[in-house]
């Protein structure tokens, strides 16, 4: 089903940062200026839903698609389900086996690169299946990897629902998220190691990217805020950014370093206030830290379009009329928009609805926003964006 419906300014509140337009590009963390570009935006809004029944979810945490296949991890059945985007309709269910040679425990990652090739990563393996189940590879990290000295300190997993599995295809690896499993949060040793590591299909080895956190984690204690973001935008780069700020940086393969760009916004502060060193184990202070604070989510880049986005939410400070705290679903939740240089087009606020943020993704049709509306349907919205320069 789809509807087709411009977006009113009345709910969206439009920024348009009219400043000449230079390129920032300084080394990694060097506090980057923000660059604003003129230019005439417009978008569209449709809605995208696929009909479903009781076997299937309307919200997959873990998820992956090419653009046109969309495949997502089924936690309630133990299953990888697949639906055309385009089409509006379901695929198939795979049925993942937990006991025996082809089992997978809970997946933690997933990367749909064919029907012929889905990359799986659970806390003791990454595998590659077809469609059908066939197991075709597998590869053992953590601590059932042979390779005890790089896991003891190391632990490969896909984190949160922001981020995934990242398969190069010209360099035949696959990039996933570290964990320092040697050194406690409530150090700023722990922000020493690198964020991102390396699966090398060809021997199987394992290796660590030269991608570390922002400065800011060795200043300062952020809580719950220590997941870093990643995107692959080709087989050349790595963008990546990080929930307490506005920067976005990228990792160029091929030249083994990062550059930094700014992306402050102008709704919202663009830095993530600190805690004390000594909330580390103060649970109700992280919490309630997290609650009133900004937060970014990952930087999406869109192929069709040649632009990239980057949603984030509002702070949520102080009480409501009635004395209560104010909670997640009141802060603002909004989106940037990026040009390939990343210099910033666009600022806007989303408010309209509550959206599954960290769920979204691009397709030939627009940017895909998480956008349920009961247990019976997959739904998104679909933002369409034009630039003419």
């Known amino acids: 089903m789809i509807e087709n419906n411009w977006i009113p300014y ?24 923000t660059v604003i570009q003129k230019v005439d935006i417009s978008f569209d809004v449709d809605t995208c839903t696929v009909e479903l029944d009781g076997n299937y979810l309307f919200n997959y945490k873990k998820f992956s698609t090419d653009g046109a296949i969309y495949a997502g991890y089924n936690n309630h059945v133990h299953s990888i389900d697949f639906f055309d985007i385009n089409e509006k309709r379901v695929l198939s269910q795979l049925i993942l086996s937990k006991e025996g040679p082809e089992s997978v425990q809970r997946v933690e990652g997933i990367y749909y690169h064919n029907m012929d090739s889905i990359f799986l990563l659970d806390e003791n393996s990454l595998s590659i299946f077809n469609s059908i189940g066939k197991l075709k590879r597998r590869i053992k990290i953590n601590f059932a990897s042979d390779n005890t000295a790089f896991f003891s300190s190391n632990n490969f997993t896909a984190g949160n629902e922001t981020n995934n599995l990242m398969f190069d295809k010209i360099h035949g690896c696959v990039y996933s998220q570290n964990l320092d499993f040697q050194t406690s949060q409530c150090s700023s040793k722990h922000f020493d190691r690198s964020v991102l590591g390396k699966i090398n299909l060809k021997d199987s080895t394992v290796e660590l990217l030269p991608i570390y956190y922002s400065k800011l984690y060795h200043e300062n204690f952020y809580g719950f805020y220590d997941t870093p973001k990643f995107s692959m935008i080709n087989e050349t780069q790595i963008v990546y950014n990080f929930p307490i700020e506005s920067s976005v940086y990228v990792y160029d393969l091929k030249e083994g370093h990062s550059m930094s760009f700014g992306g402050e916004s102008k709704f919202t502060s663009s830095v993530v206030s600190s805690l004390p060193w000594k909330s580390c184990k103060d649970v109700d202070a992280k919490m309630q830290h997290f609650v009133e604070n900004v937060r970014f989510e990952k930087v999406i880049y869109d192929p069709f379009r040649d632009l990239f986005y980057r949603f984030h939410y509002g702070d949520a400070k102080g009480r409501n009329a009635d004395g209560t705290f104010m909670n997640p679903n009141q802060k603002s939740q909004l989106l940037t928009v990026f040009s390939k240089s990343y ?33 019976n349907t997959l739904r998104f919205k679909v933002f369409r964006f034009k630039v003419d320069e």
């Open 10 to 33: 009345s709910f969206l509140v439009i920024l348009l940062l009219l400043i000449g337009c230079t390129r920032s590009a300084r080394t990694e963390y060097d506090n980057p200026s």
């Open 343 to 375: 210099s910033v087009l666009l600022e806007m606020e989303i408010n309209d609805r509550r959206y599954i943020i960290p769920n979204s993704f691009v397709g030939p049709e627009g940017l895909y926003l998480c956008a349920p509306k009961g247990e």
